[in-house]
């Protein structure tokens, strides 16, 4: 299917339709990418989807980091009851939690900014990220917090200066998971842009392809291969510390 997209977003609308399933194009045409990114407004859109992505990979990246070294490394009361808190949340559907969400934004006064769907798909439980990091952080020896404490370090530096940098193979499966989450989130971006669609994201611009009474395929098609090329850029540049990350997780 993908290599299918690939070649489809290649193909003349005739082509697309007469050709079926066939995986070679006829020839190469490009105006569909110039029309996808001009005519759909997709460079504004990419911009849009850069700046939420990175800021909501960032938000969480720090957020289920700092929360899964307390989970991992300390003892406090109330901590089972937390812990059995945050997995009940995975059992509840985001369409449940969307309007409750958008009151809150509207509340706010963020409810058609980049700065409230920014808010918006960060504040989530992110329960997957907060286990990784605690069992990470839980399997790491007692005797460097000891060390940091001798050397006069307190909570904050020895989290910052020693915990937090060995984590990079959390991190790479942090960044890698959520910004494909993020990047790919259409229900929260199309709610929160309803009523400005300049702000839309990649995932809800790729409806300005779609007429009421044509469809722009071969537009969709180069569309979507514009949205999944940074996925696949994330995924080849931090693969190994994903792997590594996994790995280490399942092992702990």
């Not at 007469?18 to 045409?29: C, H, Q, V, Y």
């Not at 060390?147 to 307190?154: C, H």
Request: glycine fraction near 8%; include cysteine.
């Amino acid at each position: 299917p993908f290599i299918w997209m690939i070649t489809a977003s290649l193909k003349t609308q005739d082509e697309f339709f007469a050709s079926g399933l066939s995986l070679i194009p006829k020839s190469l045409n490009f105006e569909n990418y110039v029309r996808a990114w001009n005519n759909a407004n997709f460079g504004v859109y990419f911009k849009n989807s850069i700046i939420v992505t990175v800021s909501v990979v960032v938000i969480v990246l720090l957020a289920t980091s700092a929360a899964g070294y307390v989970m991992g490394r300390y003892a406090f009361v109330g901590k089972k009851l937390i812990m059995g808190i945050f997995m009940a949340s995975i059992t509840i559907p985001l369409v449940f939690t969307v309007i409750p969400i958008y009151e809150l934004l509207k509340e706010m006064g963020l409810e058609s900014n980049l700065l409230g769907l920014i808010l918006a798909e960060a504040g989530g439980g992110h329960v997957i990220f907060l286990m990784l990091f605690s069992s990470f952080y839980g399997g790491l020896p007692k005797e460097l917090e000891e060390a940091a404490t001798i050397d006069g370090s307190g909570f904050m530096k020895t989290y910052s200066s020693i915990m937090f940098p060995l984590a990079k193979p959390i991190m790479a499966t942090v960044v890698i998971m959520q910004f494909i989450w993020t990047w790919n989130s259409f229900l929260l971006p199309l709610i929160v842009t309803l009523s400005k669609p300049e702000l839309r994201t990649l995932a809800v611009g790729l409806y300005a392809l779609r007429g009421e009474n044509v469809v722009d395929w071969t537009g969709i098609a180069a569309g979507a291969c514009i949205a999944v090329l940074p996925i696949i850029i994330i995924f080849v540049c931090l693969q190994k510390y994903f792997v590594d990350g996994v790995a280490g997780a399942v092992k702990s």
